[in-house]
């Protein structure tokens, strides 16, 4: 790794204060410059947890120690320039410690240093009294700006505290024409291209860019400047800033939501904090949202951009015109999204009010913020996240629920394409050549020829594929195994012209007007055959990537299509961009064991020196949790739920029996997770058919996972109000089956009453035949160093056990919170299973041979806790 962010002084002492002393500045301040800034003193006792806590303004009088122990590491990561994995068990006030921790540092890091950039004098040939004088321009010209930034702000403030709600408001925009109608032919023609010529921004800076001319990407800058400035010029980034990502929006909105309890969130002047997101959830255009609905994400990115690029009355309302007046009402709205701690919801409501894109908006503003919260994919991804009016340059990037984040790179950066789209994009390339091919001219029509080669040898290699087949192989194989024509193509050359003409939309959007053509009375044309080419396309970068780290995986069942998929394995390729851009990326989550996974995976450039490794245990008593491995059911068989263990009857009978004990002992809630919906939806055809369904449902209230994601809201509901209200006929609660890895073992918080006690029934391996996870198994193995272990069956050990211990998180979200913790099935008392099990747990877990054992445990325990009423902090 070459990045210099890493290659900085040995740690730093800690000053008298408890924290570290940074030898110098990222924005250029002198140490000596530093020292004459009279650092505040937020407290003298290092020692004194209450002193410590209101050094970090932590909001309650009183950190807990692992929570002061955790604002410490990352104060410390941040400082020294670290990588670093933090696990905190859910319900900790992980989150609250990482803002705390974070601010705080980011508070004495101004302090210490002046707002700006300094020249960089170790390269420079110039006079030391010329650039002092450059620097302080610089200096002067970028605190007058951030003066002016805080004083609109303080105005924005005033005035909110002291007017009344206005009865007038601006104009109303026209609503934009959402013309339907057939094009001309003409408009999907692409133009001249040459491939020597300069664009305005050198490349398109994401997927979504790529389908725009160089002058409407041009023209996309120019919208997210928020400087009405005569002289047009961008506004100056502040930094460091803290850029968090999670994997949702709702997470995103509770990280906002906990800022706002901190100082930082409620002080005269707050935090500046900007969350961005898709336009599916900020978009305000009532024609584009309808696209969105209709035919998904894709096509709703294509019509916004269609509103932007036009010229006439079709352009979309809310976006201001690029001019002095335009760029002042850009100004407007980022002044009063930075003038108040908002969530997503509230900046969409902000852009309804002003009549103006909350979704570039945001964008505009993010630039000046202090904190800037987005989904994974903006950090992750280098096109959505080059879309971005902002850099990684010595910012502080922070990956929150960063237990699936390999996983998410991997998904992020793996493509597939069926032979039917094959057959379906061939026949939009000779189309469009058909009705095109006099008038393309030059690199045009050398390159969609180029296309034609290429998807007509895509299609020749599957026919030639025998079904049922299987098989693995590089790009650079592939390549060769289209043939010597493809193999010979220059995919620089290519890549680029995808990107700069949009070919893969001007294509489709053809193919969809012929459609519409020969179907006028059909109001909805076929969506999946209209992105046929975008799919090609996706799958053409993905073999024009320079990952040495890819697989092509060729598939076909006896009678079916044969599926092409691009499977990235190494997620580092990905992921060094930030760690050589950044000042410090933190990775946090409740469960990040083993973290040894992202040492080889992710940090592996990294010297062990600059990595920080953080776990603790959990804030509850040891008292209030109980766990236990129960090897036997109540007729004394054996508890192994295998492959073949699943089949067996015997074992299901058992497994209903065990569960009808524990509903008549552990009091309102009960959650129990099953491997997989087909583990689920074998256990319930025999239970339907014994009537050991029916026999559970007179315990507890059943409710069962649902496989639409909009059911889960009404089921978790109607779940809280069973446990809360149970009817006369249920008067032990609820009970919730559940599966691994689906939307209840994720991301939902069971506290409290919803869940007394988790059952974790089998172990959620994966499916050992998957060709994906036969090839990544196989990498792990190629990737290892160890000659002890195989790294691929370890691997595949972690991929269960992280899936066990985040369903298992979901329970005891506050100290005064206790639950049963009862893994039903013998292989979790194997040392390299038990081994993996949450550190605040594992102490906690004992084997029960005899079920007997385990009711008696269990009923014991809540006869002690009968009177305890959880209530959080």
């Known amino acids: 790794m070459q990045g210099k962010p890493w290659q ?84 900790t006030g992980k989150t609250l410690s990482l803002l705390c921790s974070t601010l705080t540092w980011l508070d004495r890091h101004r302090q210490r240093a002046t707002l700006g950039l300094r020249a960089n004098t170790d390269t420079s040939d110039e006079p030391d009294w010329v650039l002092a004088h450059e620097e302080a321009k610089q200096r002067q010209a970028l605190e007058a700006q951030e003066a002016a930034l805080r004083e609109r702000l303080a105005a924005v403030r005033a005035h909110n505290a002291q007017r009344q709600r206005s009865t007038t408001g601006p104009t109303a925009p026209k609503r934009a024409r959402m013309d339907d109608g057939v094009e001309d032919d003409d408009a999907f023609l692409v133009p001249v291209y040459d491939e020597q010529a300069p664009t305005p921004t050198s490349e398109p800076r994401n997927a979504t860019e790529a389908f725009l001319t160089p002058e409407v990407r041009a023209m996309m800058e120019a919208y997210e400047s928020s400087m009405a400035s005569s002289k047009e010029e961008d506004v100056p980034e502040t930094k460091p800033k803290v850029l968090y990502a999670s994997r949702t929006h709702s997470q995103i909105a509770q990280f906002v939501h906990e800022l706002r309890r901190t100082e930082f969130g409620r002080r005269k002047e707050p935090v500046r904090c900007i969350s961005v997101g898709s336009r599916q959830h900020m978009c305000i255009h009532a024609g584009v949202r309808r696209v969105g609905d209709m035919f998904g994400i894709d096509a709703m990115n294509e019509r916004c951009m269609e509103l932007m690029e036009s010229k006439q009355g079709g352009r979309c309302g809310f976006l201001p015109t690029n001019d002095a007046a335009g760029r002042a009402r850009w100004t407007t709205y980022s002044d009063h999204a930075l003038a108040y701690v908002q969530d997503m919801e509230e900046l969409v409501q902000l852009g309804k009010q002003q009549h103006i894109c909350p979704y570039f908006g945001a964008r505009t503003s993010a630039r000046q913020a202090d904190i800037v919260t987005m989904p994974y994919h903006l950090v992750l991804q280098r096109d959505a996240r080059e879309s971005l ?77 025998t079904r049922p087949c299987q098989a693995s192989m590089t790009p650079a194989g592939f390549l060769t195994q289209l043939g010597s024509t493809v193999d010979q193509l220059n995919f620089v050359r290519l890549e680029r012209w995808l990107k700069d003409t949009r070919i893969a939309k001007r294509m489709s959007g053809f193919a969809e007007s012929q459609w519409k053509k020969a179907h006028p009375h059909d109001t909805r044309p076929p969506g999946s055959k209209m992105q046929a080419m975008h799919a090609l396309e996706a799958f053409l970068l993905a073999l024009c990537a320079k990952s040495m780290h890819g697989r092509i995986l060729v598939r076909a069942a006896a009678h079916g299509p ?8 190494n997620p580092s390729d990905a992921f060094e961009p930030l760690l050589d851009k950044a000042r410090a990326v933190l990775l946090l989550g409740g469960t990040m064991a083993p973290m040894s996974e992202f040492q080889q995976l992710l940090f592996r450039d990294i010297p062990p020196a600059r990595q920080t490794l953080f776990s603790c245990g959990h804030i509850v008593p040891a008292d209030h949790i109980l766990g236990a491995i129960v090897a036997t059911g109540p007729k004394q068989g054996r508890f192994e739920f295998t492959h073949e263990g699943w089949r067996r009857p015997d074992m299901l009978d058992e497994l209903g029996g065990a569960l009808s004990n524990y509903c008549n002992i552990v009091p309102h809630g009960m959650v129990v997770f099953f491997p997989s919906y087909s583990s689920l939806e074998t256990t319930l055809a025999r239970w339907r058919t014994t009537g050991a369904l029916d026999r559970l449902a007179t315990r507890k209230q059943l409710f069962l996972e649902p496989k639409h994601a909009k059911e889960v809201d009404q089921v978790l509901q109607d779940y809280a109000a069973a446990v809360a209200h149970p009817p006369p006929t249920s008067p032990k609660g609820a009970l919730l089956l559940a599966v691994v890895g689906a939307k209840l073992s994720e991301g939902i918080n069971f506290q409290d009453d919803l869940a007394r006690c988790v059952v974790m029934v089998g172990l959620p391996f994966p499916n050992a035949q998957s060709p994906e996870l036969m090839e990544r198994m196989a990498f792990m193995r190629a990737q290892s160093t160890s000659h002890e272990a195989d790294a691929g069956r370890e691997f595949y050990l972690n991929l269960c056990m992280r899936a066990v211990n985040q369903s298992m998180g979901r329970a005891i979200r506050h100290r005064n919170d206790y639950a049963v913790f009862l893994l039903l099935d013998g292989r979790y008392a194997r040392n390299d299973i038990h081994a993996r099990l949450p550190g605040w747990i594992r102490g906690q877990v004992h084997v029960q041979e005899k079920f007997g054992a385990s009711i008696g445990a269990v009923a014991k325990f809540f006869r002690e806790k009968k009177n305890h009423r959880a209530s959080p902090p």
Do not use: W
């Open 8 to 91: 900085v002084a040995p740690p730093p002492r800690a000053d008298a204060h408890g924290f570290p002393r940074e030898q110098g500045s990222a924005l250029g301040v002198p140490m000596e410059s530093a020292k004459e800034l009279h650092l505040p003193t937020p407290g003298t006792d290092t020692h004194d947890p209450h002193a410590q806590s209101q050094a970090f303004r932590f909001p309650y009088d009183t950190a807990y120690s692992i929570q002061l122990d955790l604002m410490q590491a990352l104060f410390r990561a941040i400082e020294e320039r670290h990588v670093g994995v933090f696990e905190s068990p859910t319900g």
């Open 389 to 465: 009016p902002l850099t990684l340059d010595d910012n502080i990037v922070v990956l929150d629920e960063a237990h699936n984040v390999i996983d998410t790179i991997l998904s992020t950066y793996s493509t597939h394409l069926d032979e039917d789209a094959i057959e379906q994009a061939k026949s939009h390339v000779e189309m469009y050549l058909q009705r095109f091919s006099m008038r393309l001219k030059g690199v045009n029509e050398e390159h969609v020829r180029t296309l034609q080669v290429f998807v007509r040898a895509l299609q020749a290699f599957c026919q030639k594929q």
């Open 562 to 569: 044969v599926r092409l998929q691009y499977l990235l394995l």
